[in-house]
């Protein structure tokens, strides 16, 4: 059996994570002594790897938690772990799509920035410089 301490250091996590994901109902298999400490057999251990592996995914707490009821429920929940996992893959690839566009966007302000510096031209980002009389300046 592992302590708290010695459970985080088997599965890189910290105390508090243990003891957040312990709280949290995410380790089924957690034990408890007779003064209440908690103790990791290694079924516990594996759980709080599968745990951390999940939370790298982005999934929510509330969604890992689903997921372990469904492991518990046993092999007939495959498509429905399947199906989460799918969702959740959609979703970081949409992000993924937004995030590349940020990056996309920043790269043109670079340039921008370095062309004021490298050729002397008027910076028109500033919306302390922007005219003000009516008309509309935008910063793409």
């Known amino acids: 059996m592992f302590t708290v301490h010695e459970a985080a250091l088997i599965t890189g996590l910290t105390e508090h994570a243990v003891r957040y994901y312990t709280d949290k109902g995410l380790i089924p298999s957690v034990q408890r002594n007779k003064n209440n400490v908690r103790l990791f057999n290694d079924e516990a251990i ?3 790897r ?3 592996c999940l939370k790298q995914t982005g999934l ?3 969604d890992i938690k689903t997921y372990v009821d469904l492991c518990l429920e046993g092999d007939s929940t495959v498509p429905q772990r399947l199906a989460l996992m ?9 992000q993924l799509e937004e995030a590349k566009q940020r990056v996309a966007h ?3 302000k670079t340039l921008h920035y370095q062309e004021i510096l490298e050729k ?3 910076d028109i980002t500033n919306p302390a410089q922007w005219e ?4 509309k300046a935008t910063l793409n």
């Not at 799918?86 to 949409?94: G, P, Y």
Request: hydrophobic share 40%; charged share 20%; aromatic share 8%.
């Open 46 to 48: 594996n759980w709080l």
């Open 50 to 52: 599968g745990v951390r």
């Open 60 to 62: 929510p707490i509330e």
């Open 86 to 94: 799918m969702q959740f893959k959609e979703a970081a690839l949409t």
């Open 106 to 108: 920043l790269e043109e």
């Open 120 to 122: 002397g031209i008027p």
């Open 132 to 135: 003000t009389s009516g008309s």
